[in-house]
């Protein structure tokens, strides 16, 4: 661990493995509890279209990414609000919108191709620059903020919608901010496990939390602590064992919700008075 | 509430609702299912849009309206999206977001209330337990008690006795005649009234979305024991602001 961190990009790496795994639980607890767990995948192939138009125009692609991927989000809330209906079936319109969308407009730039794509499809937590960093922190800053400052209002939006407009809260306001967090989310995540796998980040470290939780608070918290120790565990083993960063902190998030499942299991055995 | 048409996917569901609620009133709305009684006391509180007539709390239409903690609604049941645990506390406490500020930290008064709230309903002790756990009575209770948290001068509840166990229902019954005691207003949708019947001040009851009584509550509770005669209420003149007004728009 120590001979690790004597390599700038392992440094700069570590760093945005640490913010990742620290925001997208976070964000991601409001959104499972919203049964809205797909959104990050949703978001996350409009982000691809982002990232293409990037290096169409040449601008940066994580800038790109983060407008396309807001104003996806957005598309993607309004359509759930209009509908009683469909929510998935608008979900799947983006997915397939975004990624040809990416495709068609990559072919487009100049020396552009798909594999272009793909370390953006699968991330590339090794090449991330200092100013990637400083973005990545920011943005998770943003989002961590989002949860504290917002959190008591998300959970009663998230609890039940009506509830939230009889209680006076700004729900359009509030559903618009967690598909916005979302995407900053996605955005931040990108780098390091790839648009393909951000949703990973955001679903599986809270359903590995609510397996040993009985609340809300104590799930984000164990949730944000799960996400943490899968993106570091998995860039620091490979490191060591070559294989690409991002699928191993999926694998090792996904590690943690067995054991826990095993764990919650007997957790709850040895209290039997709660499962009446 | 006056005048008030709701239709959903084009599909009149109540028609000319002329409905003004006095402080301090308890009011069932009764009647059978598909009457619209649910869908009326949403429309009250602007859950629901109209597609005719108006509605008012406290004088003000519901868009337009900020005084939230003035009102404490009780959904018909406890929607638990995607499965994450939320235990009793934290969803009881989060009764009193009307009441709190964005800024600031949820503070001694909200945790005091949120804590009466629990002693109100019976579940103090088992107030870090997941909701998920409970009965269906049970989670009634929380959701009673989430709105009392608040401290709301107006309760709206939808349906809070179906599917309670007598228990719970005898519980809600003392809850109700403690705050209808200190002058708050219940406004209440029941299929049958049970052990709340003596508190009710007043019944309306609604068939094919329109109101066929409005007055005094019926002695035998059930659909077909209901008087169906029409029974003109005579409006005192408004000298407190209602909780709840529903406008004619012509």
């Known amino acids: ?276 | 509430m006056r005048g008030g048409q709701v239709s959903l996917d084009r599909r009149p569901v109540l028609r000319g609702i002329d409905l003004t609620v006095r402080p301090g009133e308890v009011v069932a709305v009764l009647g059978a299912n598909g009457s619209g009684k649910s869908t009326l006391v949403r429309a009250l509180l602007g859950l629901v849009p109209l597609s005719g007539g108006s509605t008012l709390l406290y004088g003000t239409p519901p868009t337009r309206f900020r005084q939230w903690w003035r009102i404490g609604y009780v959904p018909q049941r406890l929607s638990v999206g995607g499965g994450v645990p939320s235990t009793i506390r934290e969803v009881v406490a989060s009764g009193r977001i009307a009441r709190q500020s964005r800024f600031r930290l949820t503070g001694q008064a909200d945790a005091a209330a949120t804590a009466r709230a629990l002693e109100a309903v019976g579940l103090a002790d088992r107030a870090g337990d997941p909701v998920q756990a409970l009965s269906g009575g049970q989670q009634q209770r929380v959701l009673i008690a989430r709105a009392l948290a608040g401290e709301p001068e107006t309760f709206v509840m939808d349906e809070p006795t179906a599917g309670v166990d007598a228990e719970s229902q005898q519980l809600l019954a003392d809850t109700l005649a403690g705050l209808v005691a200190r002058g708050r207003t219940v406004v209440l949708v029941a299929h049958e009234l049970g052990p709340l019947e003596p508190l009710i001040t007043r019944a309306v009851v609604l068939r094919d979305g329109c109101v066929c009584h409005d007055g005094a509550p019926p002695k035998a509770v059930g659909a077909h024991a209901l008087p169906g005669h029409d029974h003109v209420h005579p409006h005192a003149p408004e000298k407190p602001v209602s909780p709840l007004d529903w406008r004619p728009t012509s």
């Open chain 1, 1 to 276: 661990m120590i001979d690790l961190l004597r390599y700038d990009f392992m440094q700069r790496a570590l760093i945005a493995a640490l913010l990742v795994g620290l925001a997208a639980p976070a964000i991601g607890t409001f959104i499972v509890q919203r049964r809205l767990a797909l959104l990050g995948d949703g978001i996350g192939h409009v982000a691809l279209t982002g990232v293409a138009l990037g290096f169409l125009t040449g601008t940066a692609p994580v800038l790109t990414a983060v407008v396309v991927s807001v104003l996806g989000a957005v598309a993607i809330e309004l359509v759930r609000e209009r509908g009683r209906t469909g929510g998935d079936v608008a979900l799947a319109l983006l997915f397939y919108g975004g990624i040809a969308g990416g495709v068609l407009l990559i072919s487009l730039a100049p020396g552009g191709s798909n594999a272009t794509l793909m370390s953006y499809l699968f991330g590339s937590i090794s090449s991330v620059t200092v100013q990637d960093v400083w973005v990545i922190a920011l943005l998770a800053a943003a989002v961590l903020g989002v949860v504290t400052v917002f959190g008591r209002e998300l959970f009663v939006l998230c609890q039940d919608e009506e509830v939230a407009k009889a209680s006076g809260l700004p729900v359009r306001f509030l559903s618009l901010l967690i598909a916005i967090t979302a995407a900053l989310t996605v955005v931040i995540a990108m780098r390091v496990v790839g648009l393909l796998l951000v949703s990973a980040l955001m679903v599986v470290p809270v359903a590995t939390g609510q397996q040993l939780t009985r609340g809300f608070r104590s799930t984000m918290l164990l949730a944000m602590l799960c996400g943490m120790v899968a993106t570091v565990g998995g860039l620091t083993s490979s490191f060591y064992v070559e294989v690409p960063p991002g699928a191993l902190i999926v694998l090792f998030a996904l590690g943690g919700f067995v054991l826990a499942l095993g764990l919650g299991r007997f957790v709850r055995r040895s209290r039997p008075q709660e499962s009446n």
